[in-house]
């Protein structure tokens, strides 16, 4: 039998969860299920097809096969997709991932033509860690310089008082140390990856927002597939992966916390009341935001928006403990 | 056959029109497009070519490229860097190759700020070269100089190579940071080594200048102040968290003008020669870096690295040859690929392997740095050579070749020492945590 | 063109300390990633064609050195025409990529400048580097094949 070579590429280290929890993994699980016939190959980050802002632009060029990428760089190309980044709509990796899974076949398709969809997700709820200023309240973020990942994040973080930086992860170290930002949002696990616990010391458990992923197969590489390999692609991919993504987002984060505690560090959980404050602080920032997605042509924002909270509330009944 | 194979024809094919006189740039270029090419069809190939111009220049990281080189050819064209050394010569320069010894202090001190070898090589040659061509030094000692001193900022922090390490491989980064710093002096100081010897032996490539008295000298240092003060802002600036390094770039380059506007030595002349000489390095910095993109897709296409570091894996060799292989992996693989991308590629391969040989990864963290800027120095193909020669146009290749090798033993000696004796890496931190 | 190039640095320098110096009093400069970004492509791109007039391109030529005249001249000449044809192939390549995205409406990760913003300097940088070989050719002929 003729073996095929599958090309993957995503913008993560190789020691990443993302590469050795998940993507590994799947390929094993994928040439597993063909008896071998569906080899694969995977460029992470450094290698040259790891540039984070090229994944969606590599596979539908078909220069590489599948990839995994980040829907909000560059940003405004997924512009439906990205409304799950919007502030305080869930702090949880599962619901997020449940809801774009659920929304993609009726509100969110039409964003990956030529594409084959394997899986959506989204990370845990992004904290603010600071190196030398606590922060508590929302007066405690005024003049802040705080790293921001997102469009969305960015307009909170100035709504709030703060002055938001665009940095590469990577500098993100060496400006803390150096004083240069005061702070950074990330969830836990780049925390620890860019060892980032020997600079901080205060980590506010906001769970404002998040940020989402793709993981998508070229269609036209899917379609030269032999039946076999389609039928084994189609059970490794799609809800069952997607119901992955709660756990292993936990199971990514949980080190980084690990390490901020042992190191004695005071993580602030926002109390109901200031959680609420803050929410209802950044209500107009929100309606904003949505009119903008609106007028940038994605008409039905607003319904999107409402479907997601409705199905992260599906989520969040569901998995009561 | 096998596609490492290939990837070894591509990395041959590449030197030969190299050797024939190609622009190294257009070389990897060439070859890296049609390699591409022959593995993924034009559509793979168009892919590259449509997208490497572009990448290949627009990281924020990348600016610091020609705001040190602007800052480095104000400085020049002011005539400040030529007083800066004027005060230094005045202190060292009756000692024999003390201009030279001065240049890799220079180079060590600036590279620790910038961080980039390429960039750091740019901007002391502008400084340095015409200094020591004028107090008669031979080309092969200065422009030697100046291209093996580029390599030592990188281990001094703040290094962004380190953090790199440190992310990839989970080790802590202030370990690296301070188990770095003796490594980068220990390079400096058998830097120095080398030039001494290399001047007893043949004393004529470093004339000594006339020994100047302590009036002169105090005379000649409070001219320089601006200078200094600018140098001191620069770094100072860096340390007490004004700036980001990258930021720092900038400072020093609008100082810079700043200075050489009020001291009156920019005029048009200058200023025409200023900007060519900007457009003329940058330009051929940066399309060194989009052919070396075009050659690393073919090359890492191939599977080339990791093929290497399979065969050293599977060698079932104990642990001091096994890091003599990667040792020789890591110059051989310096001859195309630039550091940063060689640290991405290989260390989340090799950090398993030096787990399984009870390597600190520290320690191999400081040695794979070390070593992978060796590769910019050794020639044929060593990226510092070329910036060096394209800052000393009326220098030959072959002078630049032979005045290398010296450092190149230095470089050989310092990673014998640094394998013979961790501690020198592993002291440090153990006392700091 | 290079001192176009060399004011398009020269702003990238400004901003940032503008920044570096308004951030202390209140007043950072908002989106300076952004702006630093495009002035230094554009100053890239513009200045690009002057290192192909003036050959700043490095090479190896001590092999160049010890061959006959008139196969040094036959290697220059293959010299230059690969390096048109790279230069070409990246222009037309360059090109499509520049349609698609514009055609996806790219915009800068803060300020929202439009990706073409950044993409015509290229363009134009790489078309007019052609002509930079091709002066640089002249010039070389015309004189002895030996400039240095
Ligand atoms: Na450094
Ligand atoms: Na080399």
Known sequence: EAKTKLKVSHYLPAVHGIHTDFIVPWTEQITACTGGEVE???????????????????????????????????????????????????????????????????????EYRGLKVLALHAHNGGLLHTGKKKVETIEDMDGLRIRTPSPAVSEMLSFLGADPQGLPPGEVYESLQRGVIDGTVFPWDPVKSFGLNEVLNYHLDLGAYTVSFFYVMNQRSYDRLSDTAQACIDKYSGADLVAKFGDWWDQWDAPARQEAIDAGHEIITLSDEQRTRWEETLQPMMAAYLQSVEDAGVDNAEDIYKAMQDKIREYEAAHQE | MSDAILGLLGFTAALVLIGLG?????????????????????????????????????????????????????????????????????????????????????????????????????????????????????????????????????????????????????????????????????????????????????PGIAPRAERTGWHDRLRRTGQVWPVMALFFVVIGGIYLGWFSPTEAAAVGAVGAFLLALFSGELNRTTLKASVFETTGLTGMIFFILIGAALFNFFLENTGLPQFLIEQIRNSGLGPTPVMILILVFYIVLGCFMDSMSMILLTVPLLAPVAVDLDFSLVWFGIVVVTVAEIGLITPPIGMNLFVVQAAARDVKQATVVRGIVPFILADILRLTLLVAFPALVLWLPSQAF | MAMAGVTAYGAAAVVTVADVLGRRIGLPIEGVVDLVQLFVVTGAWLAMPYAFMSAAHVSVDFLLALMPDSLAVSLRLMAAALTLSLLALMLWQGFLTFQTRTMFGDKSQQLGIPVALYWYPLLVGLAASMLGVLLELHQALKGTPDHE
């Open chain 2, 22 to 202: 190609l622009p190294v740039a257009v070389s990897m270029g060439v070859i890296g497009t049609l390699g591409y090419w022959y593995l993924n069809g034009w559509m793979g190939a168009s892919y590259i070519l449509g997208s490497s111009p572009f990448e290949s220049i627009f990281p924020y990281s990348f600016s610091v490229i020609p705001l040190f080189v602007m800052m480095g050819v104000f400085a020049s064209h002011a005539g400040l860097s030529r007083s800066l050394f004027n005060v230094i010569n005045a202190y060292i320069g009756h000692r024999k190759g003390g201009l030279a010894i001065t240049t890799v202090g220079a180079s060590a001190v600036f590279g620790a700020i910038c961080g980039s070898s390429l960039a750091t090589v740019a901007t002391i040659g502008r400084v340095a070269l015409p200094e020591m061509k004028r107090h008669g030094y031979d080309p092969s000692l200065s422009t030697a100089t100046v291209a093996a001193g580029g390599t030592l900022g990188v281990l001094i922090p703040p290094s962004v190579l380190l953090v790199i390490y440190g992310l990839l491989t989970q080790s802590s980064i202030g370990q690296l940071f301070i188990g770095a710093l003796v490594p980068g002096l220990l390079g400096a100081a058998l830097y120095a080594g080398a030039i001494m010897v290399r001047v007893r032996l043949t």
């Open chain 1, 40 to 110: 694969f190959e995977i460029f992470p980050a450094g290698s040259q097809l790891g540039n984070v802002a090229r994944q969606q632009e590599q596979v539908m060029a078909g220069v590489v096969d599948i990839a995994h990428g980040l829907h909000g760089i560059p940003r405004g190309r997924f512009p439906r997709t990205s409304l799950i980044d919007m502030p305080f709509l869930t702090d949880d990796a599962g619901a997020a991932s449940y809801a774009l899974w659920s929304l993609y076949p009726e509100y969110l398709s039409e």
